[in-house]
């Protein structure tokens, strides 16, 4: 995936093999801790910045 490129909830949820309810609600809170983004409507989806991908594990953990 390309920085900037969204992806759906669907999409994550085949790509490591888990549940589609257990994906959503974490990348809901990534999302809610600003760790992650997301976009509303048909072009919408989860992405990640430049400052995103770049920051410590720490702060993600």
């Given at each position: 995936m390309e920085?900037?490129?969204k992806s759906g909830i669907k999409e994550i949820?085949?790509?490591?093999?888990?549940?589609?309810h257990t994906v959503g609600k974490m990348l809901q809170m990534l999302v809610r801790e600003e760790?992650?983004?997301s976009a509303k409507g048909p072009n919408g989806?989860?992405?990640?910045?430049a400052?995103?991908?770049?920051q410590a594990i720490i702060n993600i953990v």
């Amino acid at each position: 995936m390309e920085l900037g490129e969204k992806s759906g909830i669907k999409e994550i949820a085949e790509f490591i093999d888990a549940s589609e309810h257990t994906v959503g609600k974490m990348l809901q809170m990534l999302v809610r801790e600003e760790v992650i983004n997301s976009a509303k409507g048909p072009n919408g989806g989860f992405y990640i910045t430049a400052k995103q991908q770049n920051q410590a594990i720490i702060n993600i953990v």
